[in-house]
């Protein structure tokens, strides 16, 4: 069994998904880079009609070094 994690006010104030744009700027990189590291899977990312958005979590996984 895992042990629940307490809810942060982060997590109810921030949308799950950002788009692109907001990723981009959250990670100060070009949207040429993070396509290029969505495409070879550094950064996952998910399409929703014609959107590409980023998950939070990614985000979050990709500063701190975790394993995609």
Do not use: W, Y
């Not at 950002?18 to 399409?47: H, Y």
Request: charged letters at 35%; glycine letters at 4%.
């Amino acid at each position: 069994m895992t042990a629940k994690r307490k809810r942060t006010r982060e997590d109810t104030d921030q949308p799950l998904l950002v788009e692109f744009a907001d990723a981009c700027a959250l990670l100060n990189i070009s949207r040429p880079t993070l396509q290029k590291m969505t495409e070879d899977g550094r950064i996952r990312s998910v399409k929703i009609g014609r959107k590409h958005m980023v998950p939070r979590a990614e985000i979050h996984r990709f500063v701190n070094g975790e394993a995609a």
